[in-house]
């Protein structure tokens, strides 16, 4: 089995609040909420994807050194096994905003479960909870 390595980020406003991105339709997966992320271009370290992905994403630009590794989600779907570590980041510059046609929303991690996520990225609610309580 095919193993698909994503790097995601929990982006932490001053509220405590965590975004999250809807997938647009006529993508995989499309109107489930995920964290923000992506694949690792070949040779790319995964904070260096990140950066990268959050700027393709939502418009906002983030430091390697603002990203804190928290924890990763292992999950076999159907025609690929996912390995997907999560970062959160607390610092950025510039205002999220939709660039690829996703909603977007800042949720209390404790609300996170009220939004419908792809399997591998509810594993990594937990993790958010017991941080940010």
């Given at each position: 089995m095919r193993l698909?390595?994503?790097v995601a980020c929990a982006l932490i406003d001053a509220d405590g609040r965590v975004l999250i991105a809807r997938r647009p339709?006529?993508?995989?997966?499309?109107?489930?909420?995920?964290?923000?992320g992506g694949k690792l271009d070949a040779g790319e370290r995964?904070?260096?994807?990140?950066?990268?992905?959050?700027?393709?994403?939502?418009?906002v630009a983030v430091k390697p050194a603002c990203l804190a590794p928290l924890?990763?989600?292992?999950?076999?779907y159907e025609s690929f096994h996912l390995l997907m570590p999560l970062y959160v980041c607390r610092?950025?510059?510039?205002?999220?905003?939709?660039?690829?046609g996703q909603a977007l929303k800042w949720v209390f991690p404790k609300n996170l479960r009220d939004y419908p996520m792809p399997p591998a990225d509810a594993p990594l609610i937990p993790p958010l909870i017991e941080l940010l309580g």
């Amino acid at each position: 089995m095919r193993l698909l390595l994503v790097v995601a980020c929990a982006l932490i406003d001053a509220d405590g609040r965590v975004l999250i991105a809807r997938r647009p339709e006529g993508k995989e997966l499309a109107g489930l909420w995920e964290f923000p992320g992506g694949k690792l271009d070949a040779g790319e370290r995964p904070e260096d994807a990140l950066v990268r992905e959050l700027a393709e994403e939502l418009g906002v630009a983030v430091k390697p050194a603002c990203l804190a590794p928290l924890t990763f989600a292992s999950h076999a779907y159907e025609s690929f096994h996912l390995l997907m570590p999560l970062y959160v980041c607390r610092r950025w510059e510039g205002f999220a905003a939709p660039r690829e046609g996703q909603a977007l929303k800042w949720v209390f991690p404790k609300n996170l479960r009220d939004y419908p996520m792809p399997p591998a990225d509810a594993p990594l609610i937990p993790p958010l909870i017991e941080l940010l309580g």
